[in-house]
C-alpha cells in the first residue's frame, strides 16, 4: 500500500494524540498545585488514555507495513488561573479531535480503504464518550463558582464517566498502559 490522505492524516494525528497527553498533564499538573487530587487524578489518567490512543495507531501503522514516524508534540497551555480554564482547553481539545477523527474517517471511506475505515470506528466511539465527560466537567465547574472545592467534592461523589479498560479497542504497540 502506497502513501495516501488516511495514512498522512493518521501520522499527524499521532501528533495530535501526543499533544493532548502533554495538555492533559500540564493541566494535572495545575489541579495538583491547587490541591485539587481528584481533577489532578483524573488528568493524569485521561493523559495515560492519550498516550494509548496515539500507540494504537502507531501498531495499527506497524500492522498495515507502513511507516509509523513518532513525532515531537505542540505547544501546550499551562497559564491557568481558575480550574474552569483547563477544563475548558480540554473540552475544546476534545472537540478538536472528535473533528479530526471524523476527517480520518471520511478520508479512509473516500479513498476505498475499508480496514482504515474500520479502524477509525473504535476512535469515533471513543469521542463521544470524551466530549460527553470533557464537557459534564465544564457544567460543574460554573456551578461551583469559587467554590472549587465543590468540583472535587462532585467527583469524589460522582462517577462522571471514566471510561476504564475497553475490551474492544485496539491493540497499542507495547501494550496498553
Ligand atoms: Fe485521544
Ligand atoms: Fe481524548
Redesign the pocket.
Known amino acids: 500500500m502506497t502513501s495516501t490522505r488516511f495514512v498522512d492524516l493518521l501520522g499527524q494525528q499521532i501528533r ?2 501526543f499533544t ?2 502533554q495538555q492533559y498533564i500540564a493541566a494535572a499538573v495545575w489541579f495538583d498545585k491547587q490541591d485539587l487530587p481528584r481533577l489532578a487524578g483524573r488528568f493524569y489518567r485521561q493523559a495515560v ?2 498516550r ?3 500507540m494504537m495507531m502507531v501498531r495499527y501503522l506497524l500492522d498495515r507495513d507502513l511507516p509509523a514516524p513518532i513525532p515531537g508534540v505542540d505547544e501546550v497551555r499551562q497559564d491557568f488561573k481558575t480550574p474552569l480554564e483547563p477544563l475548558g482547553v480540554a473540552l475544546a481539545q ?1 472537540q478538536a ?1 472528535t473533528a479530526q ?1 471524523e476527517a480520518l474517517f471520511k478520508a479512509a471511506r473516500d479513498e476505498h480503504d475499508m480496514l482504515g475505515e474500520q479502524f477509525m470506528l473504535w ?1 469515533l466511539k ?2 463521544v464518550e ?1 466530549v460527553a465527560s470533557a464537557s459534564t466537567l465544564v457544567t460543574i465547574a460554573e456551578r461551583a463558582g469559587d467554590d472549587w472545592f465543590r468540583i472535587e467534592e462532585h467527583l469524589a461523589r460522582e462517577n462522571v464517566a471514566d471510561g476504564g479498560v475497553d475490551p474492544s479497542a485496539p491493540e497499542a504497540a507495547g501494550g496498553t498502559l
Open positions: 495530535n494524540e493532548a497527553q488514555e492519550e494509548n490512543h496515539a476534545e479531535v477523527v476512535f471513543e469521542q470524551e
